[in-house]
């Protein structure tokens, strides 16, 4: 299993600060303030993964978007995520969206791609799809100029203009969620398997192990592997294969 996060330096952006509130909600929560929450959940979940997260602002301080992104440039980090919340005049607009530089920046285009799916999944909302900054014309988006060549995106969870949105945005659990959405693009970006897929390669090394050592049969192996999730297919031969998503393990008896 690749080693993925382990040693990567990721910068964790927290959109606006101090002067610049960002957007604010229908009853006074800043997009400020919960940004920096968001920043810093995520930036503990990546150090437990052994990442090295550097969060371009820990308190309540402006910093320009430009030189939020020089940051990353300075310190030759892996990637760079800067955490934002959408905002309209329609206080029912929802959804997720991604922005990244231009489409000729694939690195940065493949970690939008991931963060947004995880986005979308995670927090059981709208796919808005990602944009190339020229799409989206913002004053933020220097940040996106000045970190190159550092593959970077800009995420936007939802909005905060939205009332039922800003009320689940006050409550820690759908912050975690939020943060655990981005670590999983992450770890997607950088190889790292799912957890799902960990799981299922944990009880495959052990029915494995038990079929080496003749405790089980391949019959009973795939007898207790047989669930709708992993298709299992077995040769003729005493040549058991059990492929999972991305992973397959050959055992051959001798």
Known sequence: ISQGLTGKTIVIDSGHGAKDPGAVGPTGLKEKDVALSISKEIAKKLTQLGAKP???????IFITPGERGRIAKRLGADGLVSVHLNAASNPQASGAESVYSTKEDKPSYNLALRIQKKLVEFLGVKDRGIKPMAETPRRILSILTESRPIPAVIIEPEFISH???EKKLR???FINKIADAVVGGLEDSFGVIPAVERAAISLQKSLLSMFETDILSEKEVLALYGTQRWRMRTSASKQLNI????????????
Request: hydrophobic share 30%; proline share 12%; no cysteine.
């Open 54 to 60: 550097v969060l371009t602002r820990d308190k309540d």
């Open 171 to 173: 409550k820690q659990e």
């Open 163 to 165: 009332p039922e949105v």
């Open 243 to 254: 492929p999972i998503p991305n992973v397959k393990v050959v055992i051959t008896k001798n």
